[in-house]
């Protein structure tokens, strides 16, 4: 729904005129404002309005917008198409050098506010006093506009003929895409600034006019010049966007220059390179902007580390040894000490080693029988004898801050009295 222009008030005049037209460079209100941008915005609307009744264009003039500019500061001290001077406001065509066009037309409006191009010039097409006929009569082929401020009140003044000139039109066309920037006027011999407004169009950048919609004509940048003194579309240029480029995977491409470590160590990550794979098929080297965990190696073994970078993981292992009692003087873990014990064909019998320590020193114990088949023993020292022999067991006390010792007792396995006579009586069979 099109609003209407608030406390604006316009009246006009069409005069016929049967007088040639002769140029000039006149003088005029330099405080009166004419923007091209502003003019090619109305121009458009107009051409709109004149196209939908079959009337050809109006081009803009900028002779004539340096007189709407005279017109717009005088109509703000006399509201009327009779100047101050007592002359019609047509006499400011001769007053300032110019030869009175055939045909001439004026607009004058006064507003607090208005909410656009449109909107003024709705009001005058909605008018019954004759607006809508001067905006749409055929005789008129150029137009001038321009606005004075004062007094909390803009003053317009929108000036028709059939002046000729020279004045071109810079049309922009959006090419498949849409948000086409307004038409621009381009005055003879100047040099235009083409507009910074660009369309936009899904799934493309803009790249720039063309003079051609194919791309082969002059390419033109917006905020660049156009200097040819000729009316002229541009074409938007439209470039495909590229998928974005994302991070596949990583991986180690370098080894970090330390990889031993003792119990209680934490992780040198120098030297360490990674090679991040990507989406388009291109990869590089990270050397900086990852993390490791963990970075506190408290376990002896083979030590799995993990890399994250943006996302992504990768692993790689690193060796950490056993911190041993020789090498860790001020560990609070000493020795243990453990007896040989004999244990009967198919018995059991218990370890007890003798741990020398720091009293509250946490530590765990582990055994091992290096010949299972003589003598097993499970983790908490219970011994089974499982064939008459000897077999000897280590025994390692680890402490929480990664020290250890070790000791070695033999287990004697044997038989009692009555499995050797059993053993006897069977000639050698095998007792169960």
Same mark, same amino acid.
């Given at each position: 729904?099109?609003?209407?222009?608030?406390?604006?008030?316009?009246?006009?005049?069409?005069?016929?005129?049967?007088?040639?037209?002769?140029?000039?460079?006149?003088?005029?209100?330099?405080?009166?404002?004419?923007?091209?941008?502003?003019?090619?915005?109305?121009?458009?609307?107009?051409?709109?309005?004149?196209?939908?009744?079959? #009337?050809?264009?109006?081009?803009?003039?900028?002779?004539?917008?340096?007189?709407?500019?005279?017109?717009?500061?005088?109509?703000?001290?006399?509201?009327?198409?009779?100047?101050?001077?007592?002359?019609?406001?047509?006499?400011?065509?001769?007053?300032?050098?110019?030869?009175?066009?055939?045909?001439?037309?004026?607009?004058?409006?006064?507003?607090?506010?208005?909410?656009?191009?449109?909107?003024?010039?709705?009001?005058?097409?909605?008018?019954?006093?004759?607006?809508?006929?001067?905006?749409?009569?055929?005789?008129?082929?150029?137009?001038?506009?321009?606005?004075?401020?004062?007094?909390?009140?803009?003053?317009?003044?929108?000036?028709?003929?059939?002046?000729?000139?020279?004045?071109?039109?810079?049309?922009?066309?959006?090419?498949?895409?849409?948000?086409? *920037?307004?038409?621009?006027?381009?005055?003879?011999? $100047?040099?235009?600034?083409?507009?910074?407004? #660009?369309?936009?169009?899904?799934?493309?950048?803009?790249?720039?006019?063309?003079?051609?919609?194919?791309?082969?004509?002059?390419?033109?940048?917006?905020?660049?010049?156009?200097?040819?003194?000729?009316?002229?579309?541009? @074409?938007?240029?439209?470039?495909?966007?590229?998928? %974005?480029?994302?991070?596949?995977?990583?991986?180690?491409?370098?080894?970090?220059?330390?990889?031993?470590?003792?119990?209680?160590?934490?992780?040198? $990550?120098?030297?360490?390179?990674?090679?991040?794979?990507?989406?388009?098929?291109?990869?590089?080297?990270?050397?900086?902007?990852?993390?490791?965990? *963990?970075?506190?190696?408290?376990?002896?073994?083979?030590?799995?580390?993990?890399?994250?970078?943006?996302?992504?993981?990768?692993?790689?292992?690193?060796?950490?040894?056993? #911190?041993?009692? %020789?090498?860790? %003087?001020?560990?609070?873990?000493?020795?243990?000490?453990?007896?040989?014990?004999?244990?009967?064909?198919?018995?059991?019998?218990?370890?007890?080693?003798? #741990?020398?320590?720091?009293?509250?020193?946490? @530590?765990?114990?582990? @055994?091992?029988?290096?010949?299972?088949?003589?003598?097993?023993?499970?983790?908490?020292?219970?011994?089974?004898?499982?064939?008459?022999?000897?077999?000897?067991?280590?025994? $390692?006390?680890?402490?929480?801050?990664?020290?250890?010792? $070790?000791?070695?007792?033999?287990?004697?396995?044997?038989?009692?009295?009555?499995?050797?006579?059993?053993?006897?009586?069977?000639?050698?069979?095998?007792? @169960?």
């Amino acid at each position: 729904m099109k609003t209407k222009i608030t406390k604006l008030f316009s009246v006009f005049m069409v005069i016929m005129l049967i007088l040639s037209f002769v140029p000039a460079i006149s003088a005029y209100a330099a405080s009166a404002v004419y923007d091209e941008a502003f003019e090619g915005e109305c121009m458009d609307e107009i051409n709109k309005v004149r196209k939908s009744n079959k #009337v050809g264009n109006v081009t803009y003039d900028m002779d004539m917008a340096k007189l709407a500019g005279v017109r717009a500061k005088e109509i703000s001290s006399k509201f009327s198409h009779t100047r101050p001077n007592g002359k019609k406001s047509y006499s400011v065509y001769e007053d300032y050098g110019y030869t009175k066009p055939k045909a001439v037309g004026e607009c004058i409006a006064y507003a607090t506010r208005f909410d656009g191009v449109w909107d003024m010039i709705d009001y005058w097409m909605s008018s019954n006093d004759g607006h809508r006929e001067v905006i749409i009569n055929s005789k008129y082929t150029k137009f001038g506009m321009a606005s004075y401020a004062y007094g909390g009140k803009t003053y317009i003044v929108l000036l028709l003929s059939n002046k000729s000139g020279s004045a071109y039109i810079v049309s922009y066309n959006a090419n498949g895409g849409s948000g086409a *920037p307004f038409s621009q006027v381009k005055t003879n011999g $100047t040099k235009m600034t083409i507009t910074k407004t #660009v369309p936009t169009r899904s799934g493309y950048d803009f790249a720039g006019w063309n003079t051609r919609a194919d791309g082969k004509g002059t390419t033109y940048q917006a905020g660049g010049s156009y200097a040819s003194d000729a009316n002229v579309t541009l @074409y938007a240029m439209w470039k495909a966007k590229s998928a %974005p480029v994302t991070l596949s995977s990583i991986s180690v491409k370098t080894m970090p220059s330390k990889t031993t470590y003792n119990v209680g160590d934490t992780l040198n $990550t120098s030297g360490l390179v990674l090679k991040a794979s990507y989406s388009n098929g291109t990869s590089s080297s990270v050397s900086s902007g990852f993390t490791c965990t *963990p970075t506190k190696l408290s376990t002896a073994g083979t030590q799995k580390i993990t890399v994250t970078y943006s996302g992504k993981t990768t692993t790689f292992n690193v060796t950490v040894k056993a #911190v041993s009692t %020789p090498d860790n %003087p001020s560990s609070k873990l000493k020795s243990v000490s453990v007896d040989d014990i004999t244990v009967n064909y198919k018995s059991s019998g218990a370890l007890k080693p003798k #741990v020398d320590a720091t009293s509250g020193l946490k @530590y765990t114990i582990k @055994y091992e029988s290096f010949n299972q088949k003589i003598a097993t023993v499970d983790s908490s020292g219970n011994v089974y004898g499982a064939k008459k022999g000897s077999a000897d067991i280590k025994v $390692t006390v680890t402490a929480s801050d990664g020290s250890y010792v $070790t000791d070695t007792c033999k287990v004697t396995v044997k038989y009692t009295a009555v499995q050797w006579i059993i053993m006897i009586v069977l000639f050698g069979w095998i007792w @169960y």
